[in-house]
């Protein structure tokens, strides 16, 4: 039974993916040339060629006219953009949203209380003194800048790339709830969770988070509420 095109570039696409995801290859560096490849794979040059066109849509490579493919850098952005995209056409709302920081960023704090630096920690109070300033300057968009920063720097605080990488996919999605809350939300519930990380209490830090996340899903049904008026 012969091949078809279809599943001999789903192979070198993946063949090639699991090398490139794997080290074999190094990020900035450039594949071999597709001659070369199609030796190597055993398979003809147009069926290389469509594979990379498949891995550039991936986001792995970079394909310019007359030179050799490029392994991308790791970037999340093209990742975080696609959820973006995938969340909205969902019509997930920010109440799933909650849901999803609720499992999340309860255990994220705890975390983030038990591991922080003094960095981590002058980071935080930066961004919750940012907050503040915005809110009695009346710049909503400066305070919802700042609060989504909050809780991406206090999953940087973690250590834990995982989780950074997780809080900045879901920094954009955040931006809705935020607009929604930040005008009512006070900086306060920001402190108690500073506070928390200061003592390096985990404990402490999950109830603070928890309650936080229990007053924002309370701010986005007054304001769905008031939207139904």
Request: hydrophobic share 40%.
């Amino acid at each position: 039974m012969r091949t078809s095109r279809t599943d001999l570039v789903e192979r070198v696409v993946e063949q090639l993916r699991e090398k490139i995801l794997g080290g074999t290859f190094e990020h900035g560096s450039s594949l071999p040339a597709e001659s070369t490849l199609a030796q190597y794979l055993g398979v003809s040059r147009p069926v290389v060629r469509e594979a990379m066109r498949v891995l550039s849509a991936q986001g792995l490579i970079e394909v310019c006219q007359g030179k050799r493919a490029q392994i991308k850098s790791a970037d999340p952005q093209a990742s975080i953009d696609a959820l973006t995209v995938f969340f909205n056409l969902s019509k997930a709302s920010p109440l799933d949203l909650i849901e999803v920081r609720r499992v999340l960023e309860v255990e994220l704090a705890a975390l983030a209380a038990q591991r922080a630096t003094k960095d981590d920690l002058k980071a935080l109070e930066n961004t919750n003194e940012a907050l503040k300033a915005a809110k009695a300057s009346s710049k909503l968009e400066d305070a919802v800048e700042a609060d989504v920063a909050f809780h991406q720097r206090l999953a940087q605080a973690t250590g834990n790339r995982a989780f950074i990488l997780v809080m900045q996919t879901l920094g954009s999605l955040l931006l809705e709830s935020v607009q929604k809350t930040a005008s009512r939300c006070s900086a306060d519930v920001h402190e108690a969770i500073i506070e928390a990380v200061r003592e390096h209490d985990p404990d402490k830090c999950r109830k603070a988070m928890y309650k936080h996340i229990l007053e924002t899903e309370r701010l986005l049904l007054e304001n769905d509420g008031d939207s139904d008026v």
